[in-house]
């Protein structure tokens, strides 16, 4: 795949709604390594789901529209984006447990 490369970005969106017990970890690894994301998605016990995540700018925003969207059986009802200054502190994307 070609993508466009606008350079380092990071982002942590809090993703709400139904989106605990709906595979939603499993969702978000996958489709962070198809764009090529590194970073964590975690449950929290406030019921939403934590995604930290960098890469290059224009990836991420594509990997967030997935995450808007979420996996079947999941219900999007809000998601909250702070854009943050890359770090460079991950290898890989992972679920933090």
Do not use: C
């Amino acid at each position: 795949m070609n993508h466009p490369v606008t350079g380092p970005a990071r982002f942590r969106a809090l993703i709400r709604g139904r989106v605990q017990m709906v595979g939603f970890r499993a969702f978000a690894e996958m489709r962070a390594h198809t764009w090529g994301v590194t970073g964590y998605v975690r449950n929290l016990a406030t019921g939403e789901v934590e995604v930290v995540a960098e890469g290059d700018e224009e990836l991420l925003k594509s990997f967030l529209a997935e995450l808007r969207r979420g996996p079947r059986g999941a219900s999007v009802t809000d998601v909250l984006v702070s854009w943050e200054q890359p770090r460079g502190e991950f290898d890989e994307f992972s679920v933090r447990y």
